[in-house]
């Protein structure tokens, strides 16, 4: 059975090497949004053989072919994550103290972003929001 990244790759009719089915594979399987070290870090634990110049290579053409998405959560590192269609479309939250991501969606925010689109005479086709705070602490 195909990983979601790869499904998206033979949709798009990009021909699969062994090399980018494996990073294909991990991908799909990160619940977090690796950064290219650490994506070389698990790929190298299927096949030794994988350098980190076809991660940054593979990881490049999969962000030119809509397959993944390149985010920066303000730690100067760039992520991934499988690029999200209208099925699973969301946002994230990120605490700038731990460095912990939080994906949210929230429809009222959904709709003030049309709203606000359509006000300066646009349609939105598409966006992305990161949002930093800071854990607020529980009152006991």
């Known amino acids: 059975m195909l990983s979601r990244i790869e499904a998206l790759c033979a949709e798009k009719g990009l021909r699969m090497t062994e090399p980018r089915r494996v990073i294909a594979r991990v991908l799909s399987d990160s619940e977090d949004h690796p950064d290219a070290e650490e994506l070389y870090d698990r790929v190298k634990a299927i096949d030794s053989s994988i350098s980190m110049a076809t991660i940054y290579r593979t990881m490049k ?41 939080i994906e949210f969606y929230n429809q009222e925010l959904e709709d003030l972003k049309k709203r606000i689109a359509h006000d300066l005479g646009f349609e939105l086709v598409d966006h992305h929001l990161e949002l930093f705070g800071v854990r607020l602490k529980k009152k006991h």
């Open 61 to 101: 053409l999969f962000e030119e072919m809509s397959i993944v998405s390149k985010r920066d959560f303000g730690d100067g590192r760039a992520r991934y994550e499988r690029k999200s269609g209208p099925e699973d479309h969301h946002h994230h939250m990120i605490d700038v103290q731990s460095g912990e991501v």
